[in-house]
């Protein structure tokens, strides 16, 4: 079983829609979990830190069940320029990537 | 302000050819770290110092080594490149190895 799975996508949303997916995780004792963007041939970007309690940035909100081991991000009034993939990221004593997941939002 | 760098952005090298890949950083993070990744997959990662402690990942071939001499370089050497060793190398830092990493542009590798 790999240690952190996504749902590869592509999520093909129209302009203004709400998009969420799941990621989830082997390890149980894993202690921090990120979400990073990345756009076609570019580096990952930190897009936010995921906190137990669940945090919200702006259109983005990040959930974590640990009772599931699953972390999820959902994306409100989706823009056009929120076409990327979506790596869940997941640290037990390193970080470990998901493949990714794919979204495209479309005019 | 560019705080991972990696140079250069695109390296053309032959089979067998030795290549050195460059990262420095402004962010005066004590890990640094090389991912390797492919097209559509996660990054996978090479290895990584925590400060002058190298730690290297049990999979990663004899083929990568890496050099840090000091906190803002570290270099990815790839001493007989083959075809498969192909692809996007990312470097990144952390504060910690528990904290969020920051990524360099990334250097993409051909092998002819």
């Known amino acids: 079983r790999k240690e952190v799975e996504q749902d590869p996508g592509p999520f093909n949303v129209p302009e203004g829609a709400t998009v969420a997916f799941n990621c989830t995780y082997s390890?149980?004792?894993?202690?921090?979990f990120f979400w990073y963007r990345q756009d076609c041939r570019k580096e990952p970007k930190l897009l936010m830190s995921?906190?137990?309690s669940g945090n919200e940035d702006g259109r983005f909100t990040a959930q974590l069940n640990r009772a599931s081991q699953y972390i999820s991000l959902l994306i409100r009034d989706s823009k056009l320029s929120d076409s990327a993939t979506y790596l869940c990221?997941?640290?037990?004593?390193?970080?470990?990537f998901g493949a990714g997941t794919t979204v495209t939002v479309r005019a | 302000d560019a705080m991972v760098i990696q140079n250069p952005r695109y390296q053309v090298t032959q089979f067998g050819k030795p290549v050195t890949l460059s990262c420095s950083q402004t962010?005066?993070?004590?890990?640094m770290y090389w991912y390797q990744q492919k097209s559509s997959q996660a990054p996978k990662l090479l290895f990584h110092?925590?400060?002058?402690?190298?730690?290297n990942e049990a999979d990663t071939p004899d083929n990568f080594q890496s050099r840090r001499p000091n906190t803002s370089f570290c270099f990815l050497d790839i001493r007989s490149p083959g075809l498969g060793d192909a692809a996007m190398y990312l470097c990144?830092?952390?504060?910690?190895?528990?904290?969020?990493?920051?990524f360099g542009p990334g250097t993409r590798l051909t092998v002819t």
């Open positions: 990144a830092t952390s504060g910690g190895t528990a904290y969020e990493q920051y």
């Open positions: 390890n149980s004792a894993s202690q921090s």
């Open positions: 995921v906190y137990s």
């Open positions: 990221v997941v640290n037990d004593y390193k970080l470990s």
């Open positions: 962010l005066n993070h004590n890990v």
């Open positions: 110092y925590y400060d002058k402690d190298f730690n």
